[in-house]
């Protein structure tokens, strides 16, 4: 749902309140932009010339959670290559593109932004309700203090301004430091697409993060979910990528670089066997046949109320094939010890197993281990009471 008009001007009011103080800049008289209604939660692309001050283009990329939920990539055709051209020569210096939104409107305690926070203590020494603050009222105000782009009719989703003035991205959210959103951030949201003396090059992977800080709520998280490319003609591209390899996370075979292990941050993409996973998530690149990780153990081995249904859960880690399991049982030594395991199921494919046996009257219990296997290998059995790892034999 689109804003009311009313509303958006009484915000953007209270946005150049603020901004007024940043320097003596008259209002532009007259501009509506009919062609830019930002929602909340949109996501913003802004390209500037800077140092000299230039013009300014801003294109509404839609929702935030195309980029949260993104499998594919993402192209933005409101970021048009004619209007790009008419705002900037082809020899303009200090060409600039910030990408940054809210993602929570409601709280306004995190964001989506182009550089960061790519630490912990990035994100702790920034105000992130601060600039999702900023971030929503400088948007509120674009249709009625930019001007339209195109003509007959305007370009959808975009505006402009002629340069640093009031409301413009360079006046309010670029008034105090680079890229930081209004002083709130102490990382820059902006990425050069041309040098000091004019010449564009296609941008590197832009990573792009989500970040959430609420101190009042004691709540912090930062991740990246993708990663933006920015081209000489202005226009971008967007990829999802939630492992932050800078790898796109899209189906193997849509794009060259797709990510052949999304289970483990890693840029080794090496793919020998052509199985379509790589190294990081293969444990045999030369079979083609197997493919995964060792697994991890075993867990909440538990004896049902009947003395014989022995039950586990899967795992917390594994990839590739499904694992099969191998069921030992032991007794306790009466005097003590280091139990004796024999083999009692190997290769039990379900996580539960029954066993008729019973201890001899007066005997120790039985005891129970489960290990987890798959083509890549036997998982973890754990370790005993007082630290030695546990011995079994093999299973069959």
């Known amino acids: 749902m689109k804003r009311n008009v009313n509303s958006m001007r009484r915000a953007a009011t209270r946005l150049l309140v603020a901004t007024a103080a940043l320097g003596a800049i008259v209002a532009p008289v007259g501009a509506v932009d009919t062609c830019l209604t930002p929602d909340p939660g949109d996501v913003y692309y802004v390209a500037y010339q800077n140092n000299p001050a230039g013009p300014e283009y801003i294109v509404d990329l839609g929702s935030k959670d195309q980029f949260l939920t993104a499998t594919t990539k993402l192209t933005f055709p409101d970021i048009r290559v004619a209007d790009f051209g008419t705002m ?5 210096p200090n060409l600039w593109i910030g990408l940054f939104g809210v993602r929570n409107p409601i709280t306004r305690d995190a964001i989506v932004a ?3 926070p790519k630490d912990q203590f990035t994100l702790d020494n920034s105000s992130i309700v601060g600039a999702g603050q900023q971030i929503d009222s400088w948007a509120t105000g ?7 782009v195109g003509g007959g009719p305007c370009s959808l989703n975009a ?7 009031f409301g413009s991205y360079q006046d309010t ?10 002083g709130n951030l102490v990382w820059n949201v902006e990425t050069r697409l041309s040098n000091i003396g004019g010449t564009r090059t296609a941008t590197a992977k832009i990573k792009f993060f989500d970040s959430q800080a609420n101190p009042a709520a004691g709540t912090s998280s930062r991740s990246q979910i993708g990663y933006f490319k ?3 003609d202005g226009t971008a591209e967007y990829w999802p990528d939630y492992d932050g390899d800078l790898l796109p996370d899209v189906a193997v075979g849509t794009d060259p670089e797709a990510d052949k292990c999304t289970q483990v941050s890693s840029p080794d993409n090496t793919d020998a066997d052509a199985d379509n996973h790589s190294v990081p998530c293969d444990c045999q690149d030369g079979n083609p046949a197997v493919w995964g990780a060792i697994p991890t153990e075993a867990r909440a081995v538990t004896i049902a109320a009947d003395k014989s249904t022995i039950s586990w ?9 499904t694992p099969v399991y191998d069921v030992f049982r032991g007794q306790q030594p009466s005097l003590g010890g280091v139990p004796t395991y024999s083999c009692l199921s190997p290769n039990q494919a379900g ?4 066993d008729a046996s019973a201890p001899l009257p007066g005997s120790r219990p039985f005891l129970y281990l489960v290990r987890a296997q798959t083509g890549c290998g036997d998982g973890p059995l754990g370790q005993g009471k007082n630290g030695p790892v546990r011995a079994v034999p093999s299973c069959p």
């Open 173 to 182: 959210l670029n008034g105090l430091t680079q890229g930081g959103i209004s």
């Open 88 to 92: 900037f020569s082809p020899t303009a």
């Open 142 to 148: 674009l249709p009625q203090f930019a001007s339209e």
């Open 313 to 321: 859960t899967a795992p917390t880690v594994f990839f590739g094939s």
């Open 351 to 354: 996580a539960s197993v029954t």
């Open 230 to 232: 920015a081209y000489t």
């Open 159 to 165: 505006g402009r301004f002629p340069g640093r003035v």
């Open 114 to 116: 182009a550089n960061g």
